[in-house]
Nanobody
Framework: QVQLVESGGGVVHTGGSLTLSCAAS????????LDWYRQAPGKQRELVAA???????DYGDSVKGRFTISRDYVKSTWYLQMNSPRPEDTAVYSC???????????????WGHGTQVTVSS
């Protein structure tokens, strides 16, 4: 079983920066691709950033040029660097391992529980 634990959330002012962490444990062979999602009150969950099994990255249009997804392979930890956050970035941010097939191994999707990010003006 894979476990994902987010950390690093909190309150940040516009113009500041914040880095979220997603620590993975358990069946780490299943953790190749990883996504960051966010959900604000009253809004649908949306993709923020994705790291694919091929190593490519993808970002939501609203965060392109401001957020960066990266991985520390030694620590089995993923990061979301948030530069120039805006009030509309306020949301619960969750890391997510999508369903994957890795060398014949089926890995089901796994969600972290999320960390709150609040951006104040």
């Amino acid at each position: 079983q894979v476990q994902l634990v987010e950390s690093g959330g909190g309150v940040v002012h516009t113009g500041g920066s914040l880095t979220l962490s997603c620590a993975a444990s358990g069946r780490t062979a299943c953790i190749i691709a990883l996504d960051w999602y966010r959900q604000a009150p009253g809004k649908q969950r949306e993709l923020v950033a994705a790291l694919s099994t091929a190593g490519t990255t993808d970002y939501g249009d609203s965060v392109k040029g401001r957020f960066t997804i990266s991985r520390d392979y030694v620590k089995s930890t993923w990061y979301l660097q948030m530069n120039s956050p805006r009030p509309e970035d306020t949301a619960v941010y969750s890391c997510h391992v999508p369903q994957q097939w890795i060398n014949g191994l089926h890995c089901p999707q796994v969600w972290g529980h999320g960390t709150q990010v609040t951006v104040s003006s």
